[in-house]
């Protein structure tokens, strides 16, 4: 077993999270022998010659074997990244973003070069799953992947509701306790939840779905009037991820809010905690619940990953060859949708209405909707500044016209259709 030498890149939350973690590991997981940074000028709790600020004093010195990429800048990251494998060295790295925008392609990389690509930190922090698809679920189909994978909107939803705090006061503790994304924007619009889902769809399911052509709706065009619904109906507000096949090569994929009941496993994930749903066609449905975002909780999912590569640890892929899957436009999912009382558009993309609600300033609709139309009514909804969630998960709709894929496996297996 080789203990890792390790250049890091960043020394942020989760930077200086690692450096904990690190130094009060069970074992020895690897020596920092340097640090880079960006800014000459802040303040840093250690001595100045452990930093650099120049990237080429790691990525070509021969005794660092491990890059740790903690930084922000997701361009710049890319650039470390792709050096650090061409010059053969293991990368670990928890920029979800970067990743969602070139993972194939650097991974294909590190199996050229034959070293270790690894990074549970980059999605659900301190929540193991990227390990588990590969290693737990690694043989078995499954049908979607789905959850909370944001902590920053989680613990905005859990702060205003449970704790009566405004939008401000919560987003500005989520970025106090450095939950938030450097620009938050990236949280509470969708997009990180949305990188995370493209990096675990690629595990899960083995398919790259395209983030630029997924519905994705945040939270911050939700209103009192959500409140006031969710609260008449025993619900809670959350943001749902969601990778799910629903025929052998077809898949849809969002990110959305979503009104949950007492029933669902995310009701009770509160603050910054993520909750991941899956489902095995074997195993069947199974949930994971733990804190998604903060300096220690990522910094053990890295540290995870260093300890794997002492042993030479790799991802394999091994759903890969499922890949080349289709949208499934015809998919029927289950929506509240707001707009102002002036608007009249929103009925157009409703197959089937269940409930109409108005008041002097609000126009909301209750039913169901094709995947297409969703697609192309989410756009229009962010112009109009209007609103829409699911109501309850995927995996708890019972309409016929979804009939889930392992189902109707099951009944042709069975011969009874
Ligand atoms: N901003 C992210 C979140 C950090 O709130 O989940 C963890 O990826």
């Known amino acids: ?16 999270g690692l450096y904990d973690v690190l130094n009060h590991s069970l074992n020895d997981i ?3 022998k340097k640090i880079c940074v960006k800014n000459k000028d802040k303040k840093r709790p250690l001595p100045l010659d452990r930093f650099t600020f120049d990237k080429d004093e790691i990525l070509n010195e021969p005794e660092i074997d491990t890059v740790v990429e903690l930084i922000d800048d997701f361009e710049e990251a890319y650039r470390i990244v792709r050096t650090a494998l061409e010059n053969g060295k293991n990368v670990v790295t928890a920029n979800k973003k970067m990743l969602a925008h070139h ?3 650097l991974q294909d990389l590190s199996v050229r070069k034959n070293v270790s690509f690894l990074y549970e930190a980059s999605a659900c922090g301190s929540i193991p799953i990227i390990r588990l698809l590969e290693e737990y679920y690694d043989n078995e189909p499954l049908q979607y992947i789905g959850g909370i994978f ?3 909107t989680n613990y905005i939803l859990t702060k205003t509701s449970l704790q009566g705090l405004s939008y401000e006061q919560a987003l500005k503790e989520a970025q106090e306790k450095g939950f938030a994304e450097s620009n938050p924007e990236n949280d509470v619009e969708g997009w990180d939840a949305l990188f995370k889902t493209v990096i675990l769809s690629y595990h899960a399911l083995g398919t790259v779905i395209d983030f630029r052509a997924t519905p994705r709706l945040g939270i911050t065009t939700l209103s009192p009037k959500e409140t006031e619904f969710a609260k008449q109906r025993g619900y809670r507000i959350r943001l749902l991820a969601y990778a799910g096949a629903h025929s052998e090569k077809s898949y849809i994929s969002f990110v959305l809010p979503v009104f949950v009941d007492a029933h669902s496993p995310l009701f009770d994930t509160n603050f910054e905690f993520n909750g991941v749903v899956t489902e095995g066609r074997f195993t069947s449905r199974q949930f994971l619940k733990g ?10 999912a890295v540290l995870s990953d260093l300890s794997a590569l002492r042993y030479g640890y790799k991802y394999e892929f091994k759903k890969k060859k499922f890949s080349n899957w289709e949208e499934s436009p015809n998919y029927l999912l289950h929506v509240y949708i707001r ?4 608007s009249d558009f929103a009925d157009a993309y409703l197959t089937e209405k269940d409930e109409f609600i108005q008041d002097r300033q609000n126009k909301i609709y209750l039913g169901w909707i094709t995947y297409e139309n969703l697609k192309k009514l989410v ?7 209007g609103f829409l969630a699911l109501i ?3 995996w708890n709709w019972e309409k016929k016209d979804n009939e889930k894929w392992f189902n109707l496996k099951r009944i042709k297996e069975l011969q009874l259709i």
């Open 1 to 16: 077993m080789k203990t890792p030498n390790i250049g890091l890149f960043g020394f942020g939350c989760v930077g200086q």
């Open 379 to 385: 756009p229009v909804l962010k112009k109009e500044k």
């Open 339 to 342: 707009t102002g009382s002036g």
């Open 30 to 32: 690897g020596q920092i």
């Open 150 to 152: 944001n902590g920053t």
């Open 392 to 394: 309850g998960e995927p």
């Open 103 to 105: 993972l194939p392609e």
């Open 291 to 300: 804190k998604g975002a903060g300096g220690h909780p990522t910094g053990s």
